[in-house]
């Protein structure tokens, strides 16, 4: 997870949400429909890894667990000693984790991950307390988070969605 390059693009494999859907699950507040996304996501394996290893645009490769998707990029950047921006509004989110959040539902370690490492993050500004909750929502089984040249973009995503990963972005 230390070779992203500056110019990079950021594949994400699987969506963001699962701290915050299993907080409304401890709670019973989940739905039917969530508990079964949640399932889904948490229960499908990383098989696109080894693969996406081989391709000599993909620079770094880590996955998204308990320090959520900001404590990993974090981690990667800093391994990397480069920077990296993410366009909040083009993450793969799971379908009503924002407003599972705005009713109250989050993990605790999404306030600690931002308290460990917030200092070495800057939001944009037009980004709340719900936005900064899912980017440090601890994900279990999260999904893959891929640094790659810009020409190894479209061949990293079709890797994914041949795999079922049907969510990345």
């Known amino acids: 997870n230390a070779g992203a390059q500056p110019g990079d693009r950021l594949v994400l494999g699987k969506p963001l949400g699962v701290g915050i859907y299993s907080a409304a699950l401890k709670k019973e507040r989940l739905s039917p429909d969530g508990y079964r996304a949640l399932i889904a996501s948490t229960t499908q394996l990383n098989t696109p890894g080894p693969v996406l290893a081989c391709l000599d645009g993909v620079h770094a490769v880590t996955d998204v667990a308990g320090f959520g998707l900001l404590g ?92 079922g990963f049907s969510h990345v972005s």
């Not at 974090?74 to 990296?84: D, I, N, P, Q, W």
């Not at 509004?89 to 600690?112: M, N, T, V």
């Not at 307390?129 to 190894?152: F, K, M, W, Y």
């Open 72 to 163: 990993h990029l974090l981690g990667m950047c800093r391994g990397s000693k480069v920077g990296a921006r993410v366009d909040f509004a083009a993450l793969p989110l799971l379908g009503r984790a924002l407003e599972l959040i705005d009713a109250g539902y989050k993990a605790g370690a999404s306030r600690r991950n931002w308290g460990s490492f917030g200092h070495d993050v800057k939001l944009a500004e037009n980004l709340g307390d719900n936005e900064r909750t899912l980017l440090n929502d601890p994900q279990t089984a999260g999904g893959l988070l891929v640094s790659c040249s810009p020409d190894t973009v479209t061949e990293v995503l079709s890797i994914f969605l041949q795999q």
